[in-house]
């Protein structure tokens, strides 16, 4: 079975501090990680995804997460935080093992507010 | 990446009654998903739907309350029967790239049942 955490329930940042939104897994083979964002009344956006390769990946908006095999855990940052930034966040991973079949486990996401 | 368009974008519906929801890609796609998101909170996954096939309903999901069509590679519809208030949420419907692995998302359908 696969499980994903977010272990906070909001995360308060001031304008122009780094950020980071934390993530842990668990997966009985490799994982496909991922993050998405949802601003107020809208639809989920694809930031980011670590599938293999280098464990700093890019993405949208200046975001970037570090995965990290021994804490199993997928955290994203950004170095300087915008007001712009403040949305709910979601990690969200996908094992391997399952297979054929592309089941995606979403975490219960993370409030990210920056103030100005 | 898709784009992905659901209609309507939000219904108020009368208990006992249904109510269709439409998804539209612009794109074939080989997998649909609908998921069921209360404002603020996690997704919880109903169904995966494959076109030419029966969908997968997840533990708690049943047919006779979700019926999902998929007559083709860019279209589905998610019905939600016999509503109750319960079943006020918010409904998306994903596709997921098979070769990129990540999934899109639609607008979403506001759904509140008096």
């Known amino acids: 079975a696969q499980s994903v955490a977010q272990p906070e329930d909001q995360v308060n940042v001031a304008e122009g501090n780094p950020l980071t939104v934390k993530c842990t897994y668990s997966v009985s083979g490799n994982p496909y990680l991922f993050w998405y964002v949802q601003y107020p009344n809208r639809g989920l956006q694809f930031l980011l995804k670590?599938?293999?390769?280098?464990?700093l990946v890019k993405g949208s908006y200046g975001f970037e997460a570090e995965f990290n095999k021994s804490q199993t855990s997928f955290h994203l940052k950004k170095p300087s935080a915008l007001v712009s930034d403040s949305a709910l966040y979601f990690c969200a991973v996908r094992d391997t093992y399952s297979g054929g079949y592309q089941k995606v486990t979403f975490g219960t996401g993370t409030k990210l507010q920056v103030i100005p | 990446s898709a784009v992905i368009s659901q209609k309507p974008s939000r219904d108020i519906c009368q208990r006992g009654t249904s109510l269709t929801i439409q998804c539209q890609v612009d794109?074939?796609?080989?997998?649909m998903f609908w998921y069921r998101q209360q404002p603020g909170q996690s997704l919880t996954l109903i169904a995966t739907?494959?076109?030419?096939?029966?969908?997968?309903?997840e533990s708690g999901f049943v047919i006779d309350k979700f019926p999902i069509s998929r007559p083709n590679l860019t279209f589905s519809t998610l019905t939600v029967s016999n509503m109750s208030p319960e079943d006020s949420s918010i409904y998306l419907c994903?596709?997921?790239?098979?070769?990129?692995?990540?999934?899109?998302f639609g607008p979403g359908t506001r759904l509140t049942v008096t």
């Open positions: 670590y599938i293999t390769g280098d464990n």
């Open positions: 794109s074939q796609v080989t997998m």
């Open positions: 994903s596709v997921s790239g098979s070769a990129t692995y990540e999934q899109y």
């Open positions: 739907a494959n076109q030419g096939s029966e969908a997968t309903y």
